[in-house]
């Protein structure tokens, strides 16, 4: 079973749309989770952390449900500048696991 | 400016090859990591470094050889390249221990992408 599993998508939306991304991962002693987004290959950049039940920032809400061990990203008003590769990682005693990222396009 | 540098940007070799990807940082992180990404696989770790002279192996560490001299400088080693390590590699850096609220942020470098025949 992978640490973290998150559906590849691709999500296609149109502009002003509001979409959730789940992400499940299997260990529950995992102490720190994050999005980051990914752009056609480049280097990953940090979207948001979430160390306790959640954050917002912005357009973006991210929710963290230890009890069922997933992490969910909402982006409210989607823009075309949200269209990239949405990654959910874990982190498990210094050790970070990535899942294989969900595909959003955002159409005109 | 803060940045994590990786070179080289593209490298093509051949089997057995001996070759080095450098990464350094400029923010003083302690933690440093390499990781792969592979189609349909996401970024997997490779190895990672909590500070100086302190290593640990990633998921998937097999072929691979790391040392941590110095603070900034994480280079990733292939003694013996094969095709199966053809792939895009990151190097990321953060402040300190993932855990800890804050400071597990990762800053990843562009990224070297690797062939080997």
């Known amino acids: 079973r992978k640490e973290v599993e998150q559906d590849p998508g691709p999500f296609n939306v149109p502009e002003g749309a509001t979409v959730a991304f789940n992400c499940t991962y299997s260990n529950s002693a995992s102490q720190s989770f994050f999005w980051y987004r990914q752009d056609c290959r480049k280097e990953p950049k940090l979207l948001m952390s979430v160390y306790s039940s959640g954050n917002e920032d912005g357009r973006f809400t991210a929710q963290l449900n230890r009890a069922s061990q997933y992490i969910s990203l909402l982006i409210r008003d989607s823009k075309l500048s949200d269209s990239a590769t949405y990654l959910c990682v874990v982190d498990n005693f210094n050790k970070f696991y990535f899942g294989s990222g969900t595909k959003l396009n955002v159409k005109p | 400016e803060a940045q994590v540098t990786q070179n080289p940007r593209y490298l093509i070799t051949v089997t057995g090859k001996k070759l080095t990807v450098t990464c350094s940082q400029n923010m003083n992180h302690e933690y440093m990591s390499w990781y792969r990404q592979d189609p349909g696989l996401g970024l997997r770790q490779i190895y990672y470094?909590?500070?100086?002279?302190?290593?640990d192996k990633g998921d998937v560490p097999e072929g691979y050889k790391v040392s941590r001299k110095e603070k900034r400088n994480f280079p990733l080693i292939l003694e013996s390249p094969s095709p199966n390590q053809t792939s895009l590699y990151f190097c990321a850096s953060s402040l300190g221990n993932p855990g800890l609220a804050g400071v597990g942020i990762q800053y990843f470098g562009a990224g070297t992408r690797l062939s080997v025949l």
């Open positions: 470094s909590m500070n100086v002279e302190v290593t």
